[in-house]
């Protein structure tokens, strides 16, 4: 996979929040390369403010476009009423969006530079 710029994933994050109305509170990607202008992982990181989880989406080293979402571990349990797991899904399910997004778009981008 053709690495991609911190800016390139910053404007998909921007152009997923113009698209999507119920979106997960501040995504931003990562520069989680050695060089500091590429980005190696693909990482973003999203916070669930009704949990207080952080979720992370990357996209691994390697020729696979998709990207995968990984939910922090909790120390401890945590208990929720009836309306704040209806908000968490809302927001799980904002950030299921995202990654399909993401993923979309990582094809697109290596469609083009196949070409």
Known sequence: MPRLTSEELDG????????????????QAVDASWDESMVDTALIV??????????????????????????????????????????????????ARLCAFLTEKTTAHMERLAR
């Open 12 to 27: 998909w994050v921007r152009e997923f929040h113009a698209l999507e109305q119920a979106h997960p509170s501040s995504p």
């Open 46 to 95: 999203v916070r669930l403010e009704t949990s207080g989880t952080e979720v992370f989406l990357r996209r691994e080293i390697g020729g696979s476009p998709e990207w995968t979402v990984t939910f922090e571990a909790r120390e401890r349990d945590a208990r929720a009423t009836a309306d704040q797991v209806l908000a968490l899904a809302l927001e799980v399910g904002s950030v």
